[in-house]
């Protein structure tokens, strides 16, 4: 899969809605949790949380909360906010090291559920080590865009220490817009008002598959329906092994 070069940035009018939305959203959440418990149970498998841009493993915690409630094994990556290469080190070798730390203690191949460039690095990670990997999931994640087809570009150079436009950078979208060599599951919406929807999910075909939900991105990984989705997808894949 190539990279969608021509994606745009959500319209500012999208954007400004954002907070409003986010905050409805969250609002929802203790009134959908007996429902959200009804969800398949979790087999016990190891799951890795991976946090968006800027933020910690404390925006993760209602999800690993609740995957950890049906019986999963929910873990944070722990290591800090994500700055991208300040955060996972220039080739990943940070991320890469804890997946298999993971995979070592638990002997089983770790789940990866990763939001926004969370997920950009999740889908790199399965690439670069497949042994380790059982699958992924991303959240809102524009794997399949260029930066300037987000609105938040900008952020991501001034924390990231990374221009946009860095080879480097092209290079590392470009290997994630590739289709995985496990199973993936891409939960994105078209409503997205910081990265463009269209750039979060890939054609399904084979192992790969894509969710569509009504989401604004941000808190996106706490709304009702993308749990739910989320926990479906991992059903899914206990059944099947």
Known sequence: MALNLDAKAPPMAVMLSEWPRAAWGLSTLPFAWPELMQAPRGDGRPVLTLPGLVNSDLSNIVMRRYLDA?????LPWELGRNFGPRAIGTEGERLFERIAAIHGETGEKVTLIGVSLGGIMARVAAHRHPELVREVITVSSPFAGLPTATNVWRVFELVCGQRAD???????????????PVPATAIWSRNDGL????????????????IEVDSSHLWV??????????ADTLGRGAQAS
């Open 166 to 180: 860095d080879p480097a950078v092209r290079a590392w979208l470009e290997e994630a817009a590739i289709p995985l």
């Open 221 to 230: 990984q706490m709304k009702p329906e993308v749990l739910r989705a989320i």
């Open 195 to 210: 990265v463009n929807g269209m750039c979060c999910h890939e054609a399904e075909q084979g192992d790969a598959r894509s």
């Open 70 to 74: 049906l019986g999963y094994r929910a």
